[in-house]
């Protein structure tokens, strides 16, 4: 009998079939994923040493997804780059970000998405604490983002009890077509801005102290 082309256990394959538990219940197990792969668990334990292995697969899927500005560009067009990749990554699995907030991230594609922001941060002017906890500010804004985008189209229910402004509000955006993306770019934009008006804030200090 000819072999297959491809084996039936390999990072990719382990990686989609985890990916599709996650997005039907929210979670997997190594059993679960045995059976909806048709191995054993001793085979799949061939290839990966524990779970925290398998959620790292699925992590440097979703992040593979994301296009990369070449290094050395500008930096708010940079973090405007990976936020939006970023986002219609996760926006297709919004139930795998809780279980990648519980894990340490390890992937080293996910990492090499994290060291092109802290190298764009840095070439805007932000010092390596300001980088990291700007970092963090993206990446919740994104992440909290992409759940979004799996609410329903209307998420807060108009009532008589709420004021005219918020009734207002609420009758306005539900005529607004994407509002998980349209407004996630209106809050990307107000986060770019802010990130730009530190970091030239930043810049005109360092002459005056050196001055």
Not at 93 to 117: Q, S, W
Not at 186 to 199: H, I, R, S, V, W
């Amino acid at each position: 009998m000819a072999r297959p082309r491809s084996p039936k256990l390999s990072a990719p394959a382990i990686a989609d079939a985890a990916l599709c538990l996650v997005d039907k219940h929210g979670e997997f197990t190594i059993p679960q994923l045995a059976k909806a792969m048709g191995v054993s668990p001793s085979s799949l334990y061939n290839h990966v040493v524990s779970k925290d292995d398998i959620v790292e697969m699925m992590r440097g899927a979703a992040m593979g997804e994301i296009e990369l500005p070449e290094p050395g560009g500008d930096w708010v067009d940079t973090l405007r780059q990976i936020a939006k990749g970023y986002m219609r990554s996760y926006a297709k699995h919004p139930k795998l970000i809780p279980l990648f907030t519980a894990h340490t991230v390890r992937d080293e594609g996910t990492l090499r998405v994290y060291d092109l922001l802290a190298r764009a941060f840095a070439a805007g002017g932000f010092g390596a604490a300001d980088s990291l906890a700007a970092i963090t500010v993206l990446d919740s804004f994104v992440l909290g983002s992409a759940l979004d985008a799996a609410a329903p189209s209307q998420v807060w229910e108009s009532a008589e009890e709420n004021s005219a402004a918020l009734n207002a509000a609420l009758e306005a955006g539900l005529a607004v077509q994407d509002r998980a993306w349209t407004t996630f770019e209106y809050g990307l934009e107000l986060l770019l801005a802010g990130f730009q008006l530190q970091g030239n804030s930043t810049q005109q200090e360092e002459p005056s102290r050196t001055a």
